[in-house]
């Protein structure tokens, strides 16, 4: 069975910094694929970001970007310019090949942006 | 394209009663999943089902049964509700690997 580990139960930082959020994972498989999620107040869970694990190219999406380090089975998360509307619940996901037995999730990130 | 939907939003039971939760998707989507999630825990995995009239067990799959009749629905049942089964509850359907779409969520208390 997988795990997920997301060490930083909450974190803070001001508007317009950058932030990393930090996700381990174990498996045995080769190839997976790995989410994070976004959960804001409105109690939506929100794609923000998916890497294939074949794909040494890290992922982007505008201000969000991921490091992938397949050996050391790191996914980090990070916010560039960040935003008063990125304050949320961060979830890191793990999906094995094929994706029919779910997603595994980790326990979550409290991510704050101050003002 | 109503994307994913939960019915109903809101729920209070009291031990003992039994209700279904209803998730529809209009995606076609084959794979239909249902998490749970409560207080620092994340969500975790009930049941899920990898097409029409197929269900499989997942994570915590104890004290709850699901059906899938139509490829459209997946039922969540309690057939006995118990104060351990409060917690937000989430339906997702996706493409294989690819992204899980998410339903708004139904909060579930049992007094």
């Known amino acids: 069975a997988q795990t997920v580990t997301q060490s930083q139960p909450e974190m803070s930082v001001q508007e317009a910094e950058t932030v990393t959020l930090s996700c381990t994972y174990d498996?045995?498989?080769?190839?997976?694929?790995l989410f994070w999620y976004k959960q804001p107040p409105s109690r939506q869970m929100i794609l923000v970001i998916r890497?294939?694990?074949?794909?040494?190219q890290n992922a982007t999406e505008n201000r969000f970007s991921v490091n992938f380090q397949k050996a050391a089975k790191s996914f980090s998360l990070k916010i560039s310019d960040s935003q008063l509307g990125d304050t949320a619940m961060y979830f890191c996901?793990?999906?094995?090949?094929?994706?029919?037995?779910?997603?595994?999730f980790g326990k979550g990130t409290h991510l704050i942006i101050q003002p | 394209n109503a994307g994913v939907t939960q019915t109903p939003k809101f729920r209070v039971l009291k031990t003992g009663q039994s209700m279904t939760l209803l998730c529809a998707q209009d995606?076609?989507?084959?794979?239909m999943y249902w998490y749970r999630q409560d207080p620092g825990m994340g969500l975790r995995l009930i049941h899920y089902?990898?097409?029409?009239?197929?269900?499989a067990k997942g994570e915590v799959p104890d004290g709850y049964n699901v059906s899938r009749l139509k490829k459209q629905n997946f039922l969540l049942g309690l057939e006995s509700a118990a104060p351990s089964q409060t917690s937000v509850y989430f339906c997702?359907?996706?493409?294989?690997?690819?992204?899980?779409?998410f339903g708004p969520g139904t909060r579930l208390t049992v007094l």
């Open positions: 089902s990898v097409g029409e009239g197929t269900t």
């Open positions: 997702a359907s996706s493409y294989g690997a690819n992204e899980q779409f």
């Open positions: 498996t045995s498989e080769n190839n997976y694929y």
């Open positions: 995606m076609n989507h084959e794979y």
């Open positions: 890497q294939e694990a074949y794909k040494q």
């Open positions: 996901a793990f999906s094995a090949p094929g994706g029919a037995d779910g997603l595994t």
